[in-house]
């Protein structure tokens, strides 16, 4: 463990070297980030600007419902462990898109390194502090500006359980990456698989409830990003789903050894390709 701790440290500051060279394209992908959730966050501004909060309701009667701020703590919630996966893991990405396309995953074969990890940690991807930054902004903003009443039930003790379930939540989005990039070994490219699978952490975005049963139950339960975002912001709310802290650890650690047996499957049947 040492070892890929220390590889790890080196992957990171020669990445951190290159960015020294391209410090404009750093900037640049930061504000292209920071620019994307910015018209998001603009849309949920324009929504709630006509109506007073999002509701659920049951026989027509209103039984839950989401101010404008508790929204947007939920959306800025969300982008901390995607960040987070962003900025250590992405490297993820290329598999599906070029690297066994191009039998270019011949290298991580002959190094005395784990295949999965070298993949993982070979690249620093800086441009993740715009979501991270984004992220945090948004949570602090959400909570100075909400209504006393609101404000004066959050019980900030709730940062510690959430805190501690957290690194489950960003393995959450890194099994799926790995499990989704390891179908390349089969199909020379899952790029697409990857990105469709992916993009499903934006329904974890906003509360669960106002989802029909089936999304509610695949994004909790199947591609289970709504425990990386919904579920622990609204228990550092309200106090709310303190059982999905529980079902965080138990349900990422399945996903990530799913994931794990995917990549040594692949691994065992790749054939190097050539362009």
């Not at 550092?236 to 650890?249: A, N, Q």
């Amino acid at each position: 463990m040492r070892k890929y701790l220390r590889l790890h440290r080196i992957f990171i500051a020669q990445d951190l070297k290159k960015l020294m060279e391209y410090k404009v394209d750093f900037l640049l992908g930061a504000i292209g980030f920071v620019l994307v959730q910015a018209v998001k966050v603009l849309t949920l501004g324009i929504m709630f600007a006509a109506i007073p909060a999002l509701t659920y309701k049951e026989g027509g009667v209103v039984v839950d419902s989401w101010t404008f701020n508790e929204v947007l703590f939920i959306y800025g919630f969300s982008l901390i462990p995607k960040g987070i996966d962003h900025l250590l893991f992405d490297n993820l990405w290329g598999m599906g898109y070029w690297v066994v396309a191009k039998g270019d995953f011949d290298k991580y074969l002959t190094r005395p390194v784990n295949s999965w990890f070298y993949v993982l940690t070979e690249k620093f991807c800086v441009d993740a502090f715009g979501d991270l930054f984004v992220g945090v902004v948004l949570v602090l903003y959400s909570v100075l500006s909400m209504p006393a009443e609101i404000a004066a039930d959050i019980n900030w003790l709730r940062l510690i359980p959430v805190a501690l379930v957290m690194p489950f939540a960003i393995m959450i989005y890194t099994s799926v990456k790995t499990g989704t990039a390891a179908i390349s070994f089969w199909t020379k490219r899952s790029g697409h698989i990857t990105h469709m699978c992916y993009m499903t952490n934006e329904f974890a975005s906003y509360p669960t409830k106002i989802y029909n049963r089936f999304i509610k139950t695949f994004i909790t339960y199947i591609l289970p990003f709504a425990l990386t975002a919904y579920y622990p912001a609204i228990y550092i709310l309200r106090g709310e789903s303190v059982w999905s802290l529980g079902v965080t650890v138990g349900v990422s650690v399945i996903l990530f050894l799913l994931s794990q047996l995917i990549w040594k499957l692949g691994v065992k049947a790749y054939e190097s390709a050539g362009s």
